[in-house]
């Protein structure tokens, strides 16, 4: 598919690749947004600690289940129209967030987000694999992705923020504020974003769940799923506890992990781009692997760190968040061009469902190796270090088995490796 034909400039291009990064920016702020609330809420709601903690999960476990469900019907329909109904539900599932009297409607609420907008995350990664040619494609998966960094600069103290200071409306005022942010971004959305319909074109054989097996059991495609699998494994065993580790064992106040997000964050905001830059100019796999090897020392670091000067241990957070993040930028470029352009959209879906399903696990394996010492002071995360390193050694020798989708006419062609 000759996708780059959508845009008439490069300007066309740009503007289209920040209406899907202000799409996901919002709905990642919503995720985030949700973090700092605990106290709150719980005072609020009467809720203990392990409840709050559903409110979390159940974000991700429906994303994981709305994004197996989408491969029946993600393909049928202009990717456009799809996206912006999607982006539709989630608002109203965000305002009926903040509009919950109670424990139970909050928690169906903050499901309906996740199952909406883990679907859409998917829509908008294949967006860009159907327009933006491959070549190109590390630079554009380095802007949508920034967005992802710019939640995390924004959403851990503007969640605090809103709740602390708009006093009518407390732990409330978050969803408010991300409502209308959407709001504004599906207006631009709606304007900008093009009809996407060469994918319901192809010829498809079967019915709808035989297709969707076939897309599942694809070898090709197992070996994507397995790739992500890894990669978030290698992420999400360290990234919950980094906190709880900094404050018991590090000696860090809870300002210092207000600071730290905030300049981790902002700078993956830059190195996110410039990482895509790299991706096209030297090829995806190199640039994964040398991000991903480096991505090693912070992850040892993290885990295994003593009582240090708050410099030191902001340094090394944020070469923690720059480079653990970055891998995923030419990762997801090399993903992206896994699957045919007529299952892509289920394809990406089910990236995504097993992306949330491998970071739930992740840190629920995570959560029974460490353990908590008499004095409150975190054991055995060293011992997550290493599996987080082994993990990422993993996806560094699967990078080697992703193959470029072989183009659907005759039949002998080949897929190729990923360059």
């Known amino acids: 598919m000759n996708s780059h034909a959508h845009f008439s400039s490069p300007r066309q291009e740009r503007f289209f690749l920040l209406a899907l990064a202000g799409m996901q920016f ?38 994981a289940a709305s994004g197996l469900l989408s491969t029946i019907y993600i393909d049928r329909f202009d990717r456009r129209r799809l996206a912006l109904t999607l982006y539709l539900l989630f608002i109203v599932a965000t305002l009926s967030c903040g509009l919950a009297p109670n424990y139970p409607s909050l ?88 009809s996407l319909v060469a994918h319901m074109h192809q010829s498809r054989q079967g019915n709808i769940l035989r297709r969707t097996f076939a897309v599942a059991r694809e070898p090709a495609h197992l070996v994507a799923f397995a790739y992500m699998a890894i990669m978030m494994m ?39 781009q410039w990482f895509g830059r790299l991706a096209d100019r030297y090829g995806k796999p190199p640039t994964f692997r040398w991000i991903a090897a480096a991505a090693f020392v912070p992850i040892l670091f ?7 000067p708050a410099w030191l241990a902001l340094i090394n957070s944020t070469a923690f968040f720059v480079l653990v993040s970055g891998r995923m930028i030419p990762g997801m470029a090399m993903v992206t061009a896994v699957a045919q352009p007529q299952v892509r959209g289920a394809f990406m879906s089910l990236v995504s ?15 029974l190796i460490i353990t908590r010492g008499a004095g409150g002071q975190v054991e055995h995360y060293n011992l997550v270090g290493y599996i987080a390193v082994a993990c990422g050694m993993v996806t560094i020798w699967l990078a080697q088995y992703l193959r470029v989708a072989a183009p659907p006419a005759g039949p002998n062609a080949t897929a190729e490796p990923i360059t």
């Open 353 to 367: 469902s097993v992306q949330m399903l491998a970071a739930g696990f992740a840190s629920l394996v995570a959560g």
């Open 234 to 272: 290698s992420s999400f065993t360290v990234i919950p506890y980094i906190a709880l580790y900094m404050t018991s064992n590090v000696g860090m106040s809870d300002g210092f992990i207000t600071l730290m997000y905030l300049c981790g964050g902002a700078a993956t905001f830059f190195t996110a």
């Open 107 to 194: 928690l169906a609420a903050r499901a309906l987000c996740g199952a909406f907008g883990g679907v859409l995350g998917a829509v908008v990664q294949t967006m860009i694999a159907d327009t933006i040619p491959f070549e190109r494609r590390g630079k554009a998966m380095g802007m949508v992705m920034a967005s992802f960094s710019m939640s995390t600069v924004a959403g851990v103290p503007l969640g605090l923020f809103l709740a602390n200071h708009i006093g009518a409306l407390g732990w409330r005022a978050p969803f408010f504020f991300v409502v209308l942010l959407s709001l504004v971004f599906f207006a631009i959305g709606y304007r900008l974003l093009p």
């Open 26 to 63: 919002t709905h990642i702020l919503d995720f985030m947004i949700m973090m700092p609330l605990g106290p709150q809420l719980i005072r609020a709601l009467h809720i203990d600690t392990r409840q709050f903690g559903l409110l979390l999960s159940s974000y991700s476990f429906a994303a």
């Open 302 to 308: 993290t885990t295994h760190m003593p009582p240090v």
